[in-house]
Nanobody, 123 residues
Framework: QVHVVESGGGLVQPGGSLRLSCAAS????????MGWYRQAPGKGRELVAA???????NYLDSVKGRFTISRDNAKNTVYLEMVNLKPEDTADYYC?????????????????WGQGTQVTVSS
């Protein structure tokens, strides 16, 4: 059984900061790319930031310079540090992880989603 669980969302004033965490657990052989997506009310889900197994990162243009994605491979955890938050950052944030599992003598890669954590930026 594999679990991907986010934490760290909440209510923050404009200009404030939050740190999101996402931990993968279970019988995992390796973790490949990990990323954070968000979905605002009435809008589609968009990629906010992603990090490869080697540490390469990419960001949505509107969050560059404000958000930082990082990972701790020993803890199977990815983080999203968000500073100078704006009301337009309000959304449900979802973690996605590409996990390689071992089963029946083979290795298979699957994409897992967390349950989401809400971020609200408002005064």
């Amino acid at each position: 059984q594999v679990h991907v669980v986010e934490s760290g969302g909440g209510l923050v004033q404009p200009g404030g900061s939050l740190r999101l965490s996402c931990a993968a657990s279970g019988s995992i052989f390796s973790i490949n790319a990990m990323g954070w997506y968000r979905q605002a009310p009435g809008k589609g889900r968009e990629l906010v930031a992603a990090i490869s197994s080697g540490g390469s990162t990419n960001y949505l243009d509107s969050v560059k310079g404000r958000f930082t994605i990082s990972r701790d491979n020993a803890k199977n955890t990815v983080y999203l540090e968000m500073v100078n938050l704006k009301p337009e950052d309000t959304a449900d944030y979802y973690c996605n992880a590409d996990l390689t599992l071992e089963s029946g003598g083979g290795r298979y890669t699957y994409s897992y989603w967390g349950q989401g954590t809400q971020v609200t930026v408002s005064s």
